[in-house]
């Protein structure tokens, strides 16, 4: 039989239905850890246990829209509009979720966002959340509720491996920083220390990355040390920095192949 011009495809019955959430891996600096926003839920299932922000994404909005409503609901923090594009904080979808049986009430799939942020307030819980709060990673890791230790487990390694290729780092920092303040951020996302010497020759020597601006600052003990800021019309979630800034070799880890 000849297919017709306008023929289309109609929903399966069989198909089933997977209701859709978002999760937020809220990432950010403070006191020279790498921290986790985290809330304690309200409700069924994992009532009291920790868990990332987030929940269903209602009828009309976007998952990014999602992602941000729920980020404020339970938290009362807000992504500011340019997020995804350059300057401080930065959003990004990870990836999605969907085994059988991560959501005891039933098939669910979570989309889950990255947000990388400068160290700001503290949160204030709301919505079906009963306390907000940010963690050391790797504190709470284990107890969270659903599969969102693996989620902030996949989190915490893709920003990461983005700081090595890309001008990311600065989105921990405010708009201008020193040069250590930004060797702080490599180290606490990295979770090892850095050699100062080696980072600020290949930070400021990176083609398209950091550019002096000139002026001086740092409230650490010493003299006053030189700020710096993104290079102008660098976008962190496009360019790509070469070399890269690669992360000092563990124990457990491999070398990058050449």
């Known amino acids: 039989m000849a297919r017709t011009a306008h023929a289309s495809s109609a929903v399966p019955e069989t198909a089933g239905s997977f209701p859709v959430t978002v999760d937020v891996v809220a990432l950010t600096v403070r006191a020279g850890a790498l921290h986790v926003l985290v809330v304690d839920r309200l409700l069924e299932p994992f009532r009291g246990q920790s868990a990332l922000p987030g929940g269903f994404v209602l009828p009309g909005e976007t998952l990014e829209q999602a992602a941000g409503r729920e980020l404020e609901e339970e938290t009362g ?16 979808q990870l990836r999605t979720y969907g085994p059988l049986g991560r ?22 819980a709301g919505g079906d959340a ?16 659903f599969d969102h230790g693996q989620i902030l487990a996949d989190g915490v390694e893709r920003a990461r491996a983005k700081i090595e290729y890309s001008p990311l780092a600065a989105a921990f920092c405010p ?54 800021r993104l290079a102008p019309g660098v ?7 070469h070399p890269p800034l690669l992360r000092p070799v563990s124990p457990g880890r491999a070398a990058p192949s050449a």
């Open 103 to 124: 959501d005891p009430r039933g098939p669910v799939l979570s989309v889950a966002y990255l947000l990388l942020a400068p160290a700001f307030g503290l949160p204030a």
């Open 175 to 228: 708009p201008e920083f020193t040069v250590a303040e930004l060797r702080g951020v490599y180290e606490a996302v990295w979770g090892t220390q850095v050699d100062a010497r080696n980072f600020h020759r290949k930070a400021t020597g990176t083609p398209g990355f950091l550019e002096p601006t000139g002026r001086l600052g740092g409230g650490g003990p010493g003299r006053p040390a030189e700020l710096y």
């Open 77 to 92: 923090l807000t992504v500011p509009a340019r997020a995804t594009g350059a300057g401080p904080w930065h959003l990004e």
């Open 235 to 241: 976008d962190p979630t496009a360019a790509v920095l």
């Open 130 to 145: 009963a306390e907000a709060r940010w963690v050391p990673v790797g504190e709470e890791d284990e107890r969270l509720a």
